[in-house]
């Protein structure tokens, strides 16, 4: 977790001069008093410090692939093959039911001796995973990952 923590402490550094830029903002007399460019050049620049959040991983990924509750461990583990994936998205109706992922078949199926043509994803899926909007910035999601947050 050093990597963690020397990003947090970049993180830091970051946000003490995003917060000069918006005292220099505020000295200049506000929005109204100060030219557009020197406006847009500060909106950018604190853009560029506020630091990526998850949608900019998500613009680039390929969507999950999503499964219902009743599919079957042998359906899932072949839409994982097809796309490359090593998980999907177990969802019932409109919501996340779970998460069922290439180590659940060997753990969860493989171990204890089902058989993946007849088990159902919803009893061998890892329940209510850990979600997280769009929104978050990448450090607070590292943050939730490793429990710190």
């Known amino acids: 977790m050093p990597?963690?923590?020397?990003?947090?402490?970049?993180?830091?550094?970051?946000?003490?001069?995003?917060?000069?830029l918006e005292?220099?903002?505020t000295e200049w007399g506000g929005v109204g008093s100060q030219p557009q460019q020197m406006l847009q050049y500060l909106s950018d620049l604190r853009a560029k410090m506020a630091g990526p959040d998850l949608s900019t991983i998500l613009a680039t990924t390929p969507p999950p692939v999503l499964v219902n509750v009743r599919t079957t461990v042998r359906e899932a583990a072949s839409l994982m093959k097809e796309h490359h994936t090593t998980a999907v998205l177990v969802m019932d109706r409109e919501r996340i039911a779970g998460i069922f992922t290439s180590k659940d078949v060997v753990l969860r199926v493989i171990a204890p001796g089902y058989d993946p043509n007849n088990t159902s994803v919803i009893r061998v899926m890892t329940p209510h995973p850990d979600t997280a909007k769009e929104d978050l910035s990448i450090q607070a999601a590292l943050r939730k990952m490793h429990g710190t947050l």
């Not at 990003?7 to 001069?17: D, F, G, I, N, T």
Request: charged share 35%; glycine share 4%.
């Open 3 to 20: 990597r963690l923590t020397k990003l947090e402490r970049a993180y830091a550094s970051s946000k003490k001069l995003y917060e000069a």
């Open 23 to 25: 005292g220099v903002q």
